[in-house]
Nanobody, 125 residues
Framework: VQLQASGGGLVQAGGSLRLSCTTS??????IGWFRQAPGKEREFVAH??????????DYVDSVKGRFTISRDNDKNTVYLQMNSLNPDDTAVYYC???????????????????WGQGTLVTVSS
């Protein structure tokens, strides 16, 4: 399974970007977004449930109300709409597929076993 993340770039504080993560195969698994700022550990940002049943999403507190994760199963793509960006959002953003055996609510990076290459988001003040 391969994941391709795209959509990063340079934006001024208060601006918006939309990241895309396209998988090489159709997957029913949760897909999440993580980010890694310079000198920091990779952290959970958001995830979205698979293609069956009700949609379940979860966000880290620092992005709630500003970021929205969504999924287009026909395109095998998950999006992360990021609004009201601030310099603290500067990071490389990665998408990943969660193991089917992992807990629904898990944000643990170890529960994600397929990763994209990352896309850089830089927010200037």
């Amino acid at each position: 399974v391969q994941l391709q993340a795209s959509g990063g770039g340079l934006v001024q504080a208060g601006g918006s970007l939309r990241l895309s993560c396209t998988t090489s195969v159709r997957t029913a698994s949760f897909i999440g977004w993580f980010r890694q700022a310079p000198g920091k550990e990779r952290e959970f940002v958001a995830h979205i449930s698979g293609i069956s049943g009700s949609t379940y999403t979860d966000y880290v507190d620092s992005v709630k109300g500003r970021f929205t994760i969504s999924r287009d199963n026909d395109k095998n793509t998950v999006y992360l709409q990021m609004n009201s960006l601030n310099p603290d959002d500067t990071a490389v953003y990665y998408c990943a597929i969660k193991r089917p055996s992992a807990a629904r609510s898990s944000r643990d990076i170890r529960d994600y076993n397929y990763w994209g290459q990352g896309t850089l988001v830089t927010v200037s003040s």
